[in-house]
């Protein structure tokens, strides 16, 4: 769901934002292992956070090539 009005588009540069977002931001609900559902945490670290900010752009350029 978008945290905004604004990102609400359904093209590929707002669908990276939001999901960009959403990861380093934290709280999107995910199951444990044992199926109760608990908040992400956000990214506070500049290493894990370019590193994952690496990853989806890498990704994102796979999801358009197959556009």
Known sequence: MP???????S????TFS?????LIKGGIRRRSKSGSSLPT?????????????RALWI??????KLK
């Open 3 to 9: 945290r905004r009005f604004s990102d609400r588009a």
């Open 11 to 14: 093209n590929m540069w707002t």
């Open 18 to 22: 939001r999901v960009q977002e959403s």
């Open 41 to 53: 945490h956000a990214v506070n670290g500049i290493d894990q956070n370019v590193k994952l900010n």
């Open 59 to 64: 990704l994102a350029e796979e999801m358009r």
